[in-house]
């Protein structure tokens, strides 16, 4: 795959073409400037042409050739353009779904042969008997599939963008794609959330500050695993988002970058967390002085029991027993973030406040919680209508009666 490297106003592509009898790297290369007035989508998807067309060239094929490459080599060469943007996780995913899905069904195909039918044979397929493996039922849910269907969509999309193939074949414009209902969004109520953080205090007291942090700050998981106390400003009160730890199964804990620009991010919190997390602090010096050798901290905020940090798993399964335990209606810990943005909007704080503590990058995802809260209010005026309609059913009653 070219590699590209930007200099000044100008880009060099570099290509492998393998190696000499005496095992050096043969390496190809040319420099692109891009035409004087293009926006930075339009150069982006010319200089991506450009690098195919090239690779092509000096590894011995064409454009021509590589547009009617099958879609199973052309998924190998998404995947390794993917790696760079696509989280670690999501990237599993993918390779899952072209794997087990993708290839099988349309790997045969030339890449500029796929037409919208076989798209919707694709789709037709996720929708048949027998595809679930998990031992939860035949058949994938409406929104499973789809989700399978966008690996596929991107594949092509990212075709297209490369002008490898004249149509996307998986425009969903020409598709018939299952109805998906919008997710709900489940949070806990002011007076559920107010119950649970009294339920805390006999908690130990890093867990304590995990669900704090949580609700107040609304963090994602990974970024609250990811937290170091040089993240922690106590004199301004803030917590510095930077980064997001993850772990992927059999693979030891790793740190990102988080989702978007948006999420590095200063959240403000309030005095008594400052004073939770002094304690906290406190506590964690006392384990590492004990421990001696043993403690293998790097200034972590969440721990394991000997300094390393904590497994981003480790406070979803905590948090179901914590709510186990005190007889709290289950939620998933995502809920903590729900909770957090919907307290702040029905407590009257701007919705691009919010938009910037949860590190939204568009306006529209915060706009969700706004639209679970007339959800709610919608609910609570039902409510309120049932019990005024039971209380003239029962008026009625005694009118009757007092009548007979």
Same mark, same amino acid.
């Given at each position: 795959?070219?590699?590209?490297?930007?200099?000044?106003?100008?880009?060099?592509?570099?290509?492998?073409?393998? $190696?000499?009898?005496?095992?050096?790297?043969?390496?190809?290369?040319?420099?692109w400037r891009p035409p004087a007035?293009l926006t930075v989508k339009q150069?982006?998807? &010319?200089?991506?042409?450009?690098?195919?067309?090239?690779?092509?060239?000096?590894?011995?094929?064409?454009?021509?050739?590589?547009?009617?490459?099958?879609?199973?080599?052309?998924?190998?060469?998404?995947?390794?353009?993917? &790696?760079?943007?696509?989280?670690?996780?999501?990237?599993?995913? $993918?390779?899952?779904?072209?794997? @087990?899905?993708?290839?099988?069904?349309?790997?045969?195909?030339?890449? +500029?042969?796929?037409?919208?039918?076989?798209?919707?044979?694709?789709?037709?397929?996720?929708?048949?008997?027998?595809?679930?493996?998990?031992?939860?039922?035949?058949?994938?849910?409406?929104?499973?599939?789809?989700?399978?269907?966008?690996?596929?969509?991107?594949?092509?999309?990212?075709? $297209?963008? =490369?002008?490898?193939?004249?149509?996307?074949?998986?425009?969903?414009?020409?598709?018939?794609?299952?109805?998906?209902?919008?997710?709900?969004?489940?949070?806990?109520?002011? @007076?559920?959330?107010?119950?649970?953080?009294?339920?805390?205090?006999? &908690?130990?007291?890093?867990?304590?500050?995990?669900?704090?942090?949580?609700?107040?700050?609304?963090?994602?998981?990974?970024?609250?695993?990811? =937290?170091?106390?040089?993240?922690?400003?106590?004199?301004?009160?803030?917590?510095?988002?930077?980064?997001?730890? $993850?772990?992927?199964?059999? @693979?030891?804990?790793?740190?990102?970058?988080?989702?978007?620009?948006?999420?590095?991010?200063?959240?403000?919190?309030?005095?008594?967390?400052?004073?939770?997390?002094?304690?906290?602090?406190?506590?964690?010096?006392?384990?590492?002085?004990? =421990?001696?050798?043993?403690?293998?901290?790097?200034?972590?905020?969440?721990?394991?029991?000997?300094?390393?940090?904590? +497994?981003?798993?480790?406070?979803?399964?905590?948090?179901?027993?914590?709510? &186990?335990?005190?007889?709290?209606?289950?939620?998933?810990?995502?809920?903590?973030?729900?909770?957090?943005?919907?307290?702040?909007?029905?407590?009257?704080?701007?919705?691009? +406040?919010?938009?910037?503590?949860?590190?939204h990058s568009q306006l529209s995802?915060?706009?969700?919680?706004?639209?679970?809260?007339?959800?709610?209010?919608?609910?609570?005026?039902?409510?309120?209508?049932?019990?005024?309609?039971?209380?003239?059913?029962?008026?009625?009653?005694?009118?009757?009666?007092?009548?007979?």
């Amino acid at each position: 795959m070219a590699t590209i490297t930007r200099r000044g106003d100008s880009y060099r592509i570099r290509v492998s073409c393998g $190696y000499t009898a005496q095992g050096k790297q043969i390496i190809k290369s040319m420099t692109w400037r891009p035409p004087a007035g293009l926006t930075v989508k339009q150069t982006e998807k &010319e200089l991506n042409r450009v690098a195919v067309e090239f690779e092509a060239r000096v590894t011995g094929g064409d454009s021509t050739e590589m547009s009617s490459m099958k879609v199973s080599d052309f998924c190998d060469r998404y995947l390794e353009m993917a &790696e760079a943007t696509l989280s670690p996780n999501t990237l599993v995913f $993918y390779k899952s779904v072209i794997q @087990e899905l993708i290839k099988p069904s349309l790997g045969h195909m030339k890449l +500029n042969a796929v037409k919208p039918i076989h798209a919707q044979q694709f789709i037709q397929m996720l929708q048949g008997d027998g595809i679930r493996n998990d031992g939860k039922g035949d058949r994938l849910s409406a929104a499973t599939v789809k989700r399978y269907f966008t690996v596929l969509k991107s594949i092509f999309a990212k075709a $297209y963008k =490369l002008d490898l193939i004249d149509r996307n074949p998986t425009d969903t414009a020409k598709l018939d794609l299952p109805e998906v209902d919008e997710p709900e969004i489940k949070i806990f109520t002011p @007076e559920e959330a107010q119950h649970m953080l009294s339920c805390l205090d006999t &908690e130990p007291t890093m867990f304590q500050v995990l669900i704090h942090l949580a609700i107040v700050t609304g963090m994602r998981r990974g970024e609250l695993c990811a =937290l170091k106390w040089s993240n922690i400003d106590m004199n301004r009160s803030l917590v510095i988002v930077k980064q997001s730890n $993850y772990k992927l199964t059999g @693979e030891e804990i790793k740190t990102k970058k988080p989702k978007t620009k948006k999420s590095i991010r200063e959240i403000s919190i309030p005095e008594y967390l400052i004073e939770l997390l002094r304690k906290h602090q406190t506590e964690q010096m006392q384990d590492a002085m004990r =421990l001696g050798d043993r403690w293998h901290g790097d200034g972590w905020l969440f721990t394991q029991w000997d300094g390393e940090p904590m +497994n981003p798993q480790t406070p979803t399964k905590q948090f179901a027993k914590f709510l &186990e335990k005190n007889n709290i209606p289950h939620r998933k810990f995502h809920s903590l973030r729900h909770t957090s943005a919907t307290l702040l909007l029905s407590s009257g704080t701007n919705i691009k +406040n919010v938009a910037s503590r949860l590190g939204h990058s568009q306006l529209s995802t915060t706009n969700r919680y706004v639209h679970a809260l007339r959800d709610a209010d919608e609910k609570a005026a039902s409510t309120f209508e049932t019990l005024f309609a039971e209380q003239q059913d029962k008026g009625k009653t005694k009118s009757g009666g007092n009548g007979a």
